[in-house]
């Protein structure tokens, strides 16, 4: 069982810069992916960011590319999702989400996550 908790989800400007932070309860460096979803109103969960066990490989979604940078503190069982270049358009809940034995088409598919978080609003006005 991993219990998720996302914070850092603010009411910024655009073009402002923002960190999400994500705690496990358990260790997931070298078990599990942790990927960033997000989730607009009335919009399908989207996957953005994912770090894949022992940390050496990190995917962002093509239409962020460039403004998103997710790292990972093993020691303390978080991981982060920095997101440069605010627009209002990137207004959604932000979710963390933890699973195993994910293939390369799944990394970013929801129904392939055991675990989430309750998820962070991010609101960027322009």
């Known amino acids: 069982q991993v219990q998720l908790m996302e914070y850092g989800g603010d009411s910024v400007q655009t073009g402002e810069s923002l960190t999400l932070s994500c705690k496990a309860s358990?260790?997931?460096?070298?078990?599990?992916?942790m990927t960033w979803f997000r989730q607009a109103p009335g919009k399908e969960r989207e996957g953005v960011a994912v770090i894949y066990p022992g940390g050496g490989i990190t995917r962002y979604t093509n239409s962020l590319k460039g403004r998103l940078t997710m790292t990972q503190d093993s020691a303390k069982n978080e991981v982060y999702l920095q997101i440069d270049d605010l627009r209002p358009e990137d207004s959604a809940m932000y979710y963390c989400?933890?699973?195993?034995?994910?293939?390369?088409?799944?990394?970013?598919?929801?129904?392939?996550?055991?675990?989430w978080g309750q998820g962070t609003q991010v609101t960027v006005s322009s």
């Open positions: 989400a933890a699973g195993t034995q994910l293939r390369l088409a799944d990394v970013f598919r929801p129904g392939k996550y055991l675990y």
């Open positions: 358990v260790f997931t460096y070298s078990t599990y992916y």
